[in-house]
C-alpha cells in the first residue's frame, strides 16, 4: 500500500506568513509524529498523536506552532507568523500504535524555506 | 533529558573495508534504540533496533549498556551502503512511547 505522503513537498513563504503543513499516514496507523530537521542538524521530534489526541504539546518550539489531527487520518502542522528560523524540513511518521518498539514509517518530508 | 551523540559528520571508506558508525546515548532508563538510513533521494527508513538482534544489509549493531553506546558496523562495506545514517533512541513514559530523539547524523561514503 502507499506510505506516508506529505504535501506540498516545497514551501516558500515570506516571514510572517502563516504556513499549513499537511500528512496523510498509513491506513490504519493509529500514531502520527512529526519532527523537524534544520539544516545540519539531527531529527528534532515536535509531537505525537494517538488517534486525534496531543497528550504531550511541550516539543513544538513555540505557540505559533500548532497541530491537528482528524479522527486517525491527515493531520495538519500550522506555523504562524513564520519566521527564518522556522525554515527545515518538516518530516511526518506513523505507525502501527503508539508501541515502544513500533517501527515508525517517515514521509518524504515537506522543505520549508522563510525568506 | 535524552540524547544522542553520533561524532562523526563523514566517514569515508573504501570498498570492501570494514566500516563503523559510532552512537553514543545519555538517560538513565533502558531505552529502546534504533539505526535509521537515508539513501539519496529516498526517505528515512528502519534499519535495524536493538531488540530485534538481527542483520540487516549486512550491518549488525550491539547495545553496549555499560558504554552506552549502539555503534552499527558492517565487515566489508559495499558502493550501495552510501547513505546518511542516523542514530536513534526511544524511551517509554507512562501509557506509550514518545517520539524517538535523533543523532544529527553520518554521511557515509563507500569509495570504489
Known amino acids: 500500500g502507499a506510505g506516508v505522503s506529505q504535501s506540498p513537498s516545497n514551501k516558500v513563504t515570506e516571514k510572517g506568513k502563516d504556513v499549513e503543513l499537511r500528512c496523510d499516514p498509513i491506513?490504519?496507523?493509529?500514531?502520527l509524529y512529526w519532527y523537524r530537521q534544520r539544516l545540519g542538524q539531527g531529527l528534532e521530534f515536535l509531537i505525537y498523536?494517538?488517534?486525534?489526541?496531543?497528550?504531550?504539546k511541550s516539543g513544538l518550539p513555540s505557540d505559533r506552532f500548532s497541530a491537528e489531527r482528524t479522527g486517525e487520518s491527515v493531520s495538519t502542522l500550522t506555523i504562524q507568523r513564520t519566521q527564518q528560523e522556522d525554515s527545515a524540513v518538516y518530516l511526518c511518521?506513523?505507525?502501527?500504535?503508539?508501541?515502544?518498539?513500533?517501527?515508525?514509517?517517515f514521509g518524504p518530508g515537506t522543505r520549508l524555506t522563510v525568506l | 533529558a535524552q540524547r544522542v551523540t553520533q561524532p562523526e559528520k563523514l566517514l569515508s571508506v573504501f570498498k570492501g573495508a570494514p566500516v563503523e558508525l559510532k552512537c553514543n546515548y545519555s538517560y538513565s532508563g533502558s531505552p529502546e534504540l534504533f539505526w535509521y538510513v537515508q539513501y539519496s533521494r529516498q526517505r528515512l527508513q528502519l534499519l535495524l533496533r536493538h531488540i530485534s538482534r538481527e542483520s540487516i544489509k549486512g550491518f549488525t549493531a550491539d547495545l553496549n549498556k555499560g558504554e552506552t553506546s549502539f555503534h552499527l558496523k558492517k565487515p566489508f562495506a559495499q558502493e550501495e551502503d552510501s547513505a546518511m545514517y542516523y542514530c536513534?533512541?526511544?524511551?517509554?513514559?507512562?501509557?506509550?512511547?514518545?517520539?524517538?530523539?535523533f543523532g544529527k547524523g553520518t554521511h557515509l561514503i563507500i569509495q570504489p
Open positions: 498523536f494517538q488517534g486525534n489526541s496531543a497528550p504531550d
Open positions: 511518521a506513523s505507525s502501527l500504535i503508539r508501541g515502544f518498539t513500533d517501527t515508525q514509517y
Open positions: 491506513s490504519g496507523h493509529t500514531a
Open positions: 536513534a533512541l526511544r524511551v517509554y513514559s507512562g501509557g506509550g512511547a514518545d517520539g524517538l530523539t
